[in-house]
């Protein structure tokens, strides 16, 4: 094999081509061997070569010639001209007093600001774009496996109703049959009647005509038909059977789309800004850790805010300056935290009395309608229905970090209760037995309130359990907190609302002991919150880690600090 043409062989000599490469001219970027070094310098003079070895080839800078002065290097840099000079531009009196550095010292500085653009682009700038290209590729993800959840909900509402015509249709070709039986054995009876007194009036006919016939004056004298023949004068009751008629009902598009379902408006917005460049931390949405903050030693009330709710149920923050509240009616009222002043008073879409809310990371407000079997949204100042169920009832509400919904459901009929997470307003997980097979939750009417922890943890507080009832993002049973503190007498666990705060604290209201129970992420109780607390129901903890409590007696919302 030819070692000139081999692949396989060493780096050869540019000017011999034979032997093996040991130095590197950084001038003419020329691979010499030790024997061809002296031969390379002479023959061109009017360079200055920088011989250096070959595993340090390029480390010399290539100073390019100077445009004013022939043969001459540029190894210096006017910043007030912006150009390349020479020595001798350097002496020459058109750059006298300017600032001049030496062009090793710009190559540097170069050298840098085009790694920094460099380490941007490839640390950030690509990174936040293949970030995009994946976000866009979940949301093709999405769209399809919604259309996809889409259809088959149609097609189950199609068969569905289905079932109910063809049920009505059995049902009144039942009656129809029934009422063809009824009328025909009716009429059938009459005929059987009939038919037998014209067979008696055929042996009238017959047993006369003997008579007759016989010329037998005796008889013919004694016989006396006029009874008989009034008897049969009589004629029997007409039967008009009453025929059934079909009349057929109009049916109209607009009312079959009201019956079957609609779909609700959908839509794309471009948002300007709805991408932010990746940094190299983490937010705490994605799951860095958070700067610790210890607990006060007591607990501070910073304010208190006047609802006008006779009974106050629950409390949303909307940022960190305004908060939603609800109470035992069909109102949601949105409020000022300094200044305490009403904002806004929205009424349901049906007229119902709400049992949850919850704000999105938008500020949009969402809320359940239990009697409505629905979850809706209020957004640019309507109300859309995002959610709608069959027999469940939706109850409490809450927004994952992933911007998923977490409601609790409540079959009245089959008194079950379970965890629904819906992504982009689709079904995606259902909780609601342990590995035993039994329920999660507790039965009947009671109030629950859930929230998910940061570590992904769904938290529930069931009050008819007395619990409070944590399992991870896969549904798996993880404890119960019931509130019994060795060594501390209290009253029995009510565990009203429940939220968790930065430092994967649980926090729930426990109306009958008149305080919020504070325990870590593993159900290990931490602390108890109070601050005169009347009746404490709802809660939420804004992005300071301001606790606000809504008190059901007074209609008040209680602001407090309890971490540092």
């Not at 079959?256 to 839509?267: E, H, N, Y």
Request: with cysteine; charged share 25%.
């Amino acid at each position: 094999m030819d070692p000139r043409t081999s692949a396989q062989d060493v780096m050869r000599c540019d000017l011999c081509e034979t032997a093996v490469v040991q130095m590197h001219c950084d001038t003419c970027l020329v691979n010499l061997c030790k024997a061809c070094v002296g031969e390379h310098t002479i023959s061109d003079k009017s360079k200055k070569h920088e011989i250096v070895t070959s595993n340090l080839r390029k480390t010399t800078p290539l100073y390019p010639g100077c445009a004013s002065h022939v043969k001459e290097q540029c190894e210096m840099y006017c910043n007030q001209c912006d150009i390349l000079v020479c020595a001798t531009c350097v002496a020459s009196d058109q750059h006298l007093g300017h600032k001049l550095s030496k062009i090793l010292q710009v190559l540097d500085e170069r050298k840098e600001k085009i790694m920094n653009k460099q380490m941007e682009l490839k640390e950030t700038i690509c990174p936040t774009y293949m970030d995009i290209a994946s976000d866009i590729q979940n949301r093709i993800s999405q769209i399809e496996k919604n259309c996809e959840d889409l259809s088959a909900a149609i097609e189950e509402q199609g068969d569905v109703l289905h079932r109910e015509i063809r049920k009505h249709v059995t049902n009144l070709q039942d009656e129809v049959h029934d009422l063809k039986i009824k009328q025909l054995k009716t009429l059938q009876k009459h005929l059987d009647e009939i038919t037998v007194t014209i067979s008696d009036i055929k042996n009238e006919i017959s047993w006369i005509e003997a008579f007759v016939d016989s010329n037998d004056i005796t008889k013919l004298l004694a016989i006396n038909l006029t009874t008989t023949i009034d008897k049969y004068k009589n004629l029997p009751q007409k039967i008009l059977p009453s025929l059934p008629k079909f009349t057929p009902g109009k049916i109209l598009g607009e009312e079959i789309r009201k019956l079957f379902g609609v779909l609700a408006p959908s839509f794309m917005t471009l948002e300007k800004h709805g991408y932010s460049m990746r940094t190299t931390q983490k937010s705490p949405e994605a799951g860095s850790s958070p700067p610790v903050k210890q607990l006060l030693d007591e607990p501070e009330t910073v304010t208190n805010i006047h609802t006008g709710y006779e009974n106050l149920l629950n409390v949303a923050c909307r940022g960190d300056e305004e908060i939603w509240t609800s109470g035992t009616d069909n109102t949601m009222k949105l409020f000022s935290i300094n200044q305490g002043s009403l904002l806004k008073s929205i009424t349901t879409k049906s007229g119902n009395k709400l049992y949850d809310l919850a704000v999105t990371k938008n500020g949009d407000l969402v809320y359940t309608d239990h009697m409505d079997n629905s979850v809706n949204i209020v957004k640019n100042e309507g109300i859309e229905e995002i959610i709608k169920t069959q027999k469940w009832g939706p109850y409490s509400v809450c927004i994952t970090l992933s911007f998923d919904l977490l409601v609790i459901m409540y079959n009245i009929r089959e008194k079950q209760s379970k965890v629904v997470r819906y992504s982009g307003f689709t079904k995606k997980q259902t909780i609601q037995f342990d590995d035993q097979g039994k329920p999660l939750y507790s039965t009947g009417f009671y109030y629950r309130h859930i929230t998910e922890n940061r570590n992904l943890d769904i938290c529930v507080s069931d009050h008819k359990a007395g619990a409070v009832v944590v399992v991870n993002q896969a549904g798996k049973m993880r404890f119960r907190y019931t509130g019994r503190t060795p060594g501390l007498k209290i009253e029995p666990f009510n565990p009203r609302g429940i939220i968790t705060d930065s430092q994967s604290h649980i926090l729930t209201a426990d109306d009958n002991s008149l305080c919020v129970h504070v325990i870590d992420q593993d159900g290990h109780f931490v602390r108890y919150i109070n601050c005169g607390l009347s009746e404490p129901m709802g809660l939420c903890i804004d992005s300071n880690d301001y606790l606000f409590v809504a008190q059901y007696r007074n209609g008040k919302v209680k602001k407090i600090k309890y971490l540092q």
